[in-house]
DNA sequence: TTGTAAGTTCGACATATGTCGAACAATAGA
DNA sequence: TCTATTGTTCGACATATGTCGAACTTACAA
């Protein structure tokens, strides 16, 4: 990546409430972490690194609209962190791990 | 690092004029890479780690103004990425390689 | 077909942010 | 001491951002 666009990832993460979402979606679907949000004790990620019904779970447990939370996916997907695709009513939801190796590289 | 406070470090990143500053700096700091600043071909790190006159490279290579400069140089401090002293007329800045290793730490 | 649940889009609005220039402060050198 | 250089602080201002509710769309279920 090219480093002089950096900081649109970077910025992506920079809102606490989208930070907070997007360290939700990382943990469960690759860092296998306690769940911090569950709805109704399903599982979240039946498939590894894809965690399904995001923004219900989300909006679950966050204090917020569900166009603002909407909002905040949008720019974790601008800024390419995550990719979403909806699944007749499921909202799938996968990190893009190449982006987040990159943060690493820029730093070694 | 709570990570709870991990969003103020990105928020430091998350300007694209603060963010060139901190890649200038970290690069000559730790890095090692080519320099991107220099002015009057002086040695730009002659103490390990510590590069002396970072704000006035910084204006020198950058269009903006000087009130400007510092404001980004006081984020940065702020978000804890590098601390600044003044040594006489000199202006020496120094990494915070702890914070910057917290973020890889982040995505392990 | 009708209703409901889930997500999107839009417009509005308050607040935060980035930038500048002017005035000020501190230091070094003539 | 006077002056030049360097960085800080302040006030102003335009723009960006985060948030909401309302209206809309889509998909499933009754």
Same mark, same amino acid.
């Given at each position: 990546?090219? $480093?002089?666009?950096?900081?649109?990832?970077?910025?992506?993460?920079?809102? #606490? $409430?989208?930070?907070?979402?997007?360290?939700?979606?990382?943990? $469960?679907?690759?860092?296998?972490?306690?769940?911090?949000?569950?709805?109704?004790?399903?599982?979240?990620?039946?498939?590894?690194?894809?965690? #399904?019904?995001?923004?219900?779970? *989300?909006?679950?447990?966050?204090?917020?609209?569900?166009?603002?939370?909407? =909002? =905040?996916?949008?720019?974790?997907?601008?800024?390419?962190?995550?990719?979403?695709?909806?699944?007749?009513?499921?909202?799938?939801?996968?990190?893009? #791990?190449?982006? *987040?190796?990159?943060?690493?590289?820029?730093?070694?």
């Amino acid at each position: 990546m090219k $480093q002089s666009n950096y900081f649109r990832i970077f910025k992506a993460l920079s809102n #606490e $409430q989208r930070f907070k979402i997007f360290m939700m979606i990382y943990k $469960q679907c690759c860092a296998g972490g306690e769940p911090e949000f569950k709805i109704k004790e399903e599982p979240c990620c039946p498939v590894k690194g894809v965690i #399904e019904k995001a923004f219900t779970k *989300v909006c679950g447990c966050m204090n917020l609209s569900r166009s603002t939370i909407s =909002h =905040h996916f949008k720019e974790l997907q601008n800024a390419g962190l995550i990719t979403c695709e909806r699944v007749g009513q499921n909202f799938r939801c996968r990190i893009n #791990e190449e982006v *987040v190796n990159s943060i690493k590289e820029i730093f070694k």
